[in-house]
């Protein structure tokens, strides 16, 4: 018990990675009892974040659940994992939507014992990255959750998935490449890579470094990591990768990405590239506005004139993820000043964004990946008026879709108006703009839900059963449950987010 | 004096080698069994040697010796430190796992694994010297079982070529380094060829800036250093899977480990002074390493075109003259030793079944080789410093080690990585998945037990290392230790 | 009286069993003369071990009026010779033509005696008359397949080469007894350290006694005899040419250069040395490689290992002469296994082509891991002695500070590995269709392989006691 209380992080962060190992050994023919031991393996790491939930104290400072050993000691890093208000969500967005995505994957009908065990694999990866205090620890931990998602996309994908995959992979590791440079280099100036020691001597260092003043070494570490983070969020003009890779990817791959590692970069701006750069947050704050800005225009019209669904959602993320940027831009200006309280307000929009996309994208992928499994089809001038021929999907889609898009009453307007009120006054022109594409985001949630569920009914699907299966309601009942909690009740979550944020920012 | 474990380890190859030779040639089975049987324990006592070091008190332990030719100062003096045995303990492991994948050889057993013993013993031998004759001695004894080995086993259409440009290529490299062991017994004035002793000789600064690039270029050939590496790709390619494994796995960190312990060790002050020749020529072979195994279309060239650039990385780390680079150094010989032994053991069986090496008429392989494939995306990962994987956990500290030395050279080092996954992944992809030619169906099977026993092992030590650094790091961080205080004091 | 006979007792050894070979030869039927061989070799083994015991103790001064020198080094080289001349009779056991014919033998023993006088003369006749008393067997053994016309040809080109080069030498040796009046050597050295006379007249003496000399250790530029002699001579005459000879003439070589032209004439000698150093290895190996007669090679391959053995001389050192003598100890027992080798397969295959050697390693394995250990050895690779003795000989040039030398004959060996290699390929790799066909090996084969194999690796691993053993020889001459 005692193991039980003093390892629960760990517990948390490996109980996938032994899941992995136990249905690699199951017979790989046994699609039902494979599917079922993952899911049910899956379900135990959602359990113990929901312990560490229960036990999680508001009104501490700092880390909690700590856990430090020896690791790479040679070099200096060390196995150290906590948690706080920032990353406590985040676990539990990860460990909640990894079962729901596995459950969604039932439907994947080869090599089942490899998928899963890859996907059980990428959680650990996730799970590493919010739980890292060690910056060496994070950056592994990073790293690992790429392979299995190149061959999630690459092995059970669709038709474009070979230069997809690829893509992402190059792409991210390219931008990771910048990040353990930089890291190198703090690693060398500060002699540690441990997290809250960081925290406190590097902002401070104001010794010149090879050759060079300390100011423009800080400089060069803080686009490093920028950037590398820009690429995962995706920062407009970094996202190319992404619309490829969401849409060839397998709908519980589509789900986890977008669900929970497209958060991954915008927690490492939170965690890492905030607190150590505040300087040099504070003077291109308006350089990453700028961009989150463009992403929530250009993701909107893009997303407008997809014809691919899926195409259609990958965009939308973009957009989404432009709000989160924003709020973390605002933060990242009025960090410090006087519009303090107005950083927190926005940071905790973005942080609860952050959570809701989550919720969303999964499900907004799953829906397309419901209608596709049936349909064999992504275009939307394919479907037309199947709100009578599964009349139960097009009420959930319509959900989920409005849940998407910001309506009020549910979560995703209570994140996008914290974000927009916090940002308003520290970045009002910007604001502005990115109000203008919240109308754009409805046009464009509206329009598919137009083409796929109203008008005319198409006649090919006449004969189809397009209804959705109780096994699938189970998938996306939960999301839409939290989706609602948040919208109506926001508080359970925001205390926990703003515990963490208020003392971060503040 | 205590158990001579070492000596033991040293000498149990080749002494398998003269048993296998008094055997009669027809009893195949036999020989195989005496075979596995004495790699088994070389590579048991490697593991037990591996775990008794005694990681606080460091310096050098189970230490033997024994007057050789007492006139010169020469003995028979061995002993282990944080350097060489994670050496030690690779070369038992490819040498075991040489020998399960070498199962299948049929032309002559017993006169292949004899001279492949001969091979090890010389390879041992290097690793454990601490008296300069007896060091090239063994490494001579390294040298040329490999003329055979590759020349009659290895692959028809290159191999005398290869064969021969390989052994007189390493054979210049070590008698020029030998003429630097000679002039620094007659220098040191102690009348000795004992290490220890010559690392305490006080060299002068002009002899050190003379002799260091004789000895360190000498062995450097060996480790395939820009521009001396060319009989490598070649002497990969036309070797037998085992010796090939060898080869790229220990053979190569010979050459690197020997350069460290002769040539920076014993004149560090000539070893400074060299300093940006070393680490231009290291950074030509990490770059243009990956480059060039980019554009290779025959399978095992790639390797060993990845093998010239994952040595230029050790040497890198030895330029840096930092305790960091010194320890990643120490790692990525044990790393990629491990994973090159993987790579080929792969190519071997792909080879074998398949018939090509050319990867544009492989593919779709997963399907009937699985646990191949998987070894292979293993081996992949390390190859490109994917974290999780020993290949990281040796990159990262030699990139910390070249930051303090040259940030520039640590950002060009890095586009090494990235030229490294696009190769490694494109090659996954098309060569074990995508469409099966039709030529392979029924024609392929999966390889057998013993084959995914030596992947298994062989996969199992880069995982390890990867996610627990814990248990070799400290081990070389001692070993270095020793080598900083030799560049810090002199 | 008693004392210097006690030190000369192998050579009367070598006459009294060259008599009873002769009597025996007369005495025994046809098909029991075969055994004359097993006599001589076994008389030579238990001289062998007299001239071992003799060389532990020896007696240190001049003996026989001064006609010799009873030192550790002439004990020593007749140690090599003794035991070159045994291996040797035993490789002639199985030669038709040879093997049956006492005088074979008997000549043998007389060259051997012949040999061991030279390495142990002290003066100018003694010197002389040994090397004659060496020669002219050679030459008659050299020749001695009369029916077969390489042979004949091959003995009288040695007789003709031999003769020439000896008149030279002799000129030179009536140059040194003219000016100093001495035939002694040690009284040459006085006279010529005393500097009376003009330093270029000991130049001129020094560069004729080379002649004779280098043509006894087959240097360039006296090499010109060496391949054709050692083609066409019968095989067991070539080895042990190759070998007791050669050995001996370096012994001559050491003995006169260093005692009687040094330190007066030493610059001038020295270059010249050097030049015939460089250039036979270089000539030696290089040519080497075009070969396609094993014997031919092996005879360019011991003219290149003679440049190794000078690298000591020039050295002017105790180490050089050591290394020197530890060298030549290495490459007889060396050479003897290579051609050991070589008869066991001609006497089969019934060539002496290179190309014969295919398949060796399938139809013959233990033949053909010897041939391996005797080549890689003459190519300098350990654990065999060919490395202990090459490292000794360059460590001689590198403490002087002839690190180009060294260099050179490093690079030397890289290009002998080479064409050793090449026969290693052939006798491994390349197939024959007469593989399945079994090579005897019989007795006397057995034993020289045998004998060589364990020197060969006895005193490459255990190098240590032969090696201190050199030094001590050395000491005589310093």
Known sequence: MDFFNSHLLSLILFTPTLAAALVMLLPKAQAKLLRGVALLASLVPLALSLVAWMRFDLFAAGFQFEELAGWYTSIGSNYHLGLDGLSLPMVLLTTLLTPLCILAAFSIQERVRVFLALFLLLETGMLGVFLSLDLLLFFVFWEVGLVPMYFLINQWGSKNRDYASLKFLIYTMGGSLGLLLAIQMLRMVVGTFDLPVLYQRWPSLDQSLFGLPIGTVKTIAFWAFTIAFAIKVPVWPFHTWLPDAHTEAPTAGSMILAGVLLKLGAYGFLRLVLPLYPAQAHAFAWVLALLAVAAIIFGAFAAWGQTDFKRLVAYSSVNHMGFVVLGIAAAAWARGTASAADAVIAMNGAVLQMFNHGLSAAGMFFLVGVLYERTHTRELNDYGGLFPLAPIYGGILIFTSMGSLGLPGLGGFVSEFLVVRGSWPIFPLFTAVAMLGLLLTGAYVLKAIQKVLHGPVNARWKGTALEIAPREVLVIAPLMVLIFLIGVWPAWLLNVINAAVSRLFG | MTFPILSIIVFTPIVAGVILFLLPPERKALIRGVALLASAVALLLSVVTYFSYDIPQGGYQMVEKIPWLPTWGISYHIGVDGLSLPLVLLTGVVMFTGVLISWGVDDRPREFFGFLFILATGVFGVFVSLDLFQLFFFYEIAVFPMYLLIAIWGWQKTREYAAMKLTLYLFIGSVVALVGALAMFFASGLHTFDMLELERAGFSGAFQRIWFPVVFFGFGVLGGLFPFHNWSPDGHVAAPTAVSMFHAGVLMKLGAFAALRVGIMLLPEGAKVHLPWIIFLALVNVVYGALIAMVQTDFKYVIGFSSVSHMGLVMLGFASLSREGYIGSGLQMFSHGVMTALFFAVVGMVYDRAHTRDIPKLGGLARKMPLVAMAFIVGGLVSMGMPGFSGFVAEFPIFLGVWSAQPTVAIIAALGIVVTAAYIMIIVRRVFFGPMPEEFEGHIGDVTLLDKLALGVLSFLLIALGVFPGWMAPLVGSGVNSVMRLLGGA | ?478
């Open chain 3, 1 to 478: 009286m008693f004392f210097d006979l006690q030190f000369i007792l192998p050579e009367i050894g070598l006459l009294g069993l060259a008599g009873v070979v002769i009597g025996l030869d007369m005495s025994l039927r046809r098909e029991a003369r075969r055994s004359l061989g097993w006599v001589t070799a076994a008389g030579l083994a238990v001289l062998l071990g007299v001239a071992v015991w003799s060389a532990l103790h020896p007696a240190g001064g001049d003996i026989v009026g001064g006609m010799l020198r009873a030192d550790t080094l002439a004990a020593s080289f007749r140690v090599i010779i003794i035991a070159a001349a045994m291996l040797s009779v035993l490789l002639a056991m199985g030669v038709e033509g040879l093997a049956d014919r006492g005088e074979v033998y008997a000549l043998m023993l007389v060259a051997t005696l012949g040999m061991c006088l030279m390495a142990a003369a002290g003066d100018l006749v003694m010197l002389y008359l040994a090397i004659e008393t060496t020669s002219i067997p050679l030459y008659l053994l050299a020749g001695y397949l009369k029916h077969d016309t390489r042979s004949t040809e091959a003995g009288l080109k040695y007789f003709l080469f031999g003769a020439a080069a000896s008149t030279v030498m002799l000129y030179g040796f009536s140059l040194l007894f003219g000016f100093t009046g001495e035939t002694r050597l040690a009284g040459v050295a006085q006279s010529i350290a005393a500097g009376a006379m003009p330093r270029v007249l000991w130049v001129a003496a020094a560069m004729l006694v080379l002649v004779g000399f280098g043509f006894k250790v087959s240097a360039v530029p006296l090499h010109f005899w060496t391949p054709d002699v050692y083609e066409g001579a019968p095989t067991p005459i070539t080895a042990f040419i190759s070998t007791a000879s050669k050995a001996a003439g370096f012994a001559v070589l050491m003995r006169v250069m260093l005692t009687v032209f040094t330190p007066a004439v030493a610059p001038y000698w020295v270059g010249v040395v050097v030049a015939m150093s460089v250039a036979s290895m270089t000539l030696g190996n290089v040519l080497a490689l075009t070969q396609k007669n094993i014997k031919r090679l092996l005879a360019y391959s011991s003219i290149a290992h003679a440049g190794y053995a000078l690298i000591g001389l020039v050295a002017l050192s105790p180490l050089g002469v050591a290394s020197t003598l530890f060298y030549l100890g290495a490459y007889v027992i060396t050479n003897l296994a290579a051609f050991a080798v070589v008869i066991v397969v001609a006497r089969i295959v019934g060539s002496d082509d290179i190309a014969q050697f295919a398949g060796l390693s399938r139809r013959a394995p233990m033949v053909a891991l010897a041939l391996l250990i005797g080549l890689l050895s003459l190519a300098g690779m350990p654990p065999f002695v060919g490395f202990v003795a090459k490292v000794f000989v360059f460590a001689a040039a590198v403490q002087r500070g002839y690190i180009w030398l060294a260099i050179v004959g490093v690079l030397n060996s890289i290009v002998g590995l080479y064409y050793y290699l090449i026969v290693l390929k052939i006798v491994y790799l390349y197939r024959s269709e007469n593989e399945a066909q079994p090579l005897p090996v019989t007795a006397p084969y057995k034993w020289v392989l045998g004998l060589t194999m364990f020197g060969i690796l006895a005193l490459g691993i255990l190098s240590g006691p032969w090696f201190d053993w050199a030094i001590r020889a050395a000491g005589s001459l310093y």
